[in-house]
């Protein structure tokens, strides 16, 4: 009798450790510090198309700009319209709120942010595109 099994090896997985409903990211921080980040921050930027870099949330939150629910469908679609056109690095321009997104495109990501009082006198670099919505 011949065994037809198919045998694979496994590979051991790095363990995700839950502890008080937050998961532990085993990458460290500036400071040395394990990273922590809640199951919600990692569903709603799944779910919400783009992404927010470290550099951009610290911006959102040091600038205390607050995006709703409208603004980040906007971006949605002014990235999608950018990588139609095929780029790579784009100034996302929100003219209702006066916001200056710089996004990855290939990536999804929204490497900074700023507002108005910050954009005046600014030169974007390392961009190829602008998208205004």
């Known amino acids: 009798m011949t065994d037809n099994s198919i045998y694979r090896l496994q590979q051991s997985m790095t363990p995700v450790s839950p ?13 040395g510090k394990q990273n922590i980040v809640s199951f919600d921050q990692i569903l709603s930027q799944e779910l919400a198309g783009v992404k927010f870099s470290q550099h951009a949330l610290q911006r959102l939150q040091s600038r205390n ?26 100034l996302v321009f929100m ?7 710089v996004v990855s495109v290939k990536n999804k990501t929204v490497i900074t942010v700023m507002d108005g009082a910050n954009t005046k006198d600014n030169v974007f ?3 190829d595109s602008a998208v205004i919505v």
């Open 65 to 90: 700009i607050k995006l709703g629910q409208t603004e980040l469908l906007k971006l949605n679609e002014a990235v999608e319209k950018a990588s139609q056109k095929g780029a790579n690095e784009s």
């Open 19 to 31: 502890i008080a409903g937050k998961l532990i990211n085993n990458a460290k921080n500036s400071q």
């Open 125 to 127: 670099t390392n961009i």
């Open 95 to 101: 003219s209702n709120s006066n916001l200056a997104l």
